[in-house]
Every structure is written in C-alpha cells, then in structure tokens.
C-alpha cells in the first residue's frame, strides 16, 4: 500500500471520526431531548421504526473508521499485532449495527438485546485493547513524533472508558469524544504519510517486505 492509499484511508477514517462526534452531540443535545421512547427499551431513544435506518447509517460510520484503523495499522512497524485487535473490535461494532435491527421493539432486559448488547461491549473492549498495545508500542519505539505519538494511546485509553460509559446516560457524549480521538489518530496518520519522512519509511518498509 502506497502513501497515496494510507492517505485515503487515513481520510475515510477522520471522516468515520467526525460522523461519529456530530452522531453523539446530535443525540445527546436533540434526539434524546424530543425522544418519547423509555429508556428501557432497545431502541431507546430512537423509535423501533427509526432504529433500522439509523443503525445502518451508524453501520456506514464504523465501517469509514475500519478503514482509517487499516492505514493506522499500516503506519506501524511495532504495533501491528495491536492494531489488529482494534480493527477486529471495529468490525465486531459493524456487525452489532446490524444485529440490533430484529430487537428494535424489545426491552433492555430481553435476550436479544442483551445478547447484541454484549456483542457491543466485546467491540469496544477489544478495540480499547488493540489501541492501547498499539499505543503503547508507538511511543516505545520512536517512529512517530510530537503530538502524533500520543494520538493512538489517547484513543485507547478513552475507549477503554468507553467500557464504563456504555451502561449510563453518558454513553453519546462519551461517543462524542471517541469520536475526537478517532479524529486525532487519522489526522495523525494522515500527516504521517503526507510527511517527506513518511514517504521515506514507506519505501523502506516496501523493501524490507519484498
């Protein structure tokens, strides 16, 4: 994969990261406000009929951040076993998306949702995981400078969070800063490759792999 590609992919994910900020503040400040569906309900606070729609819109979400987590793994020489993970936790948030569509009319305590509710944890637990070994590798090693370093781990430590703040009212605020440090981690890489010196280990890495 060339700098070109990582680029794109880097952008594809900032834009997973900014969907995912104004999903959260959207939520929180107009949804939630207006919203006549009991908190004990799966849906909560969309109505049954708007959860299909809107899970495959936050579907469309994750999969732009997946892609983002591809050009970060990409950007690792140690890590990678890391970044990984945080691409495996992503997917499994994908599928969850869709798994909460047949329960849009069941409550909280029902095992569909509690089952499509843990499948949500899993994802976040395993990509604050994946993030936080990646994380911790970039600033062990060196190959990233100034605030980018910081970026991955930042990540992680938020979504590791994440795991708490799912089962409050917090939970799209919560998203909302997710959302920023996702945003942190693709410009991060994006600059990254967008650098002389990016291009420069780029073409080093090529060789090392051939």
Known sequence: MNNHSSRGL????????????????????????ASDVSNEMWSYPWSSDALTPVSIVFAGMHLLVLLGMFAFARSLRR???GARLALVG???????EFASIPFADQRMDETGPQ???GLFGLGVAVTAIGLLVAGVAVLRSGEWHGWQRYAPVGAGVWSLFMIGLSFTSALPVGVAIYGLTLCALYLAVYTLHASPAGERSERLRARIEQ
């Open 90 to 96: 992503t997917f499994l948030l994908f599928l969850a």
């Open 10 to 33: 880097a952008v594809a994910g900032l834009t997973g990261g900014l969907a995912t900020v104004l999903s959260g503040v959207v939520i929180e400040a107009v949804v939630k406000p």
């Open 79 to 81: 890590g990678r076993a």
């Open 115 to 117: 089952v499509v509710g």
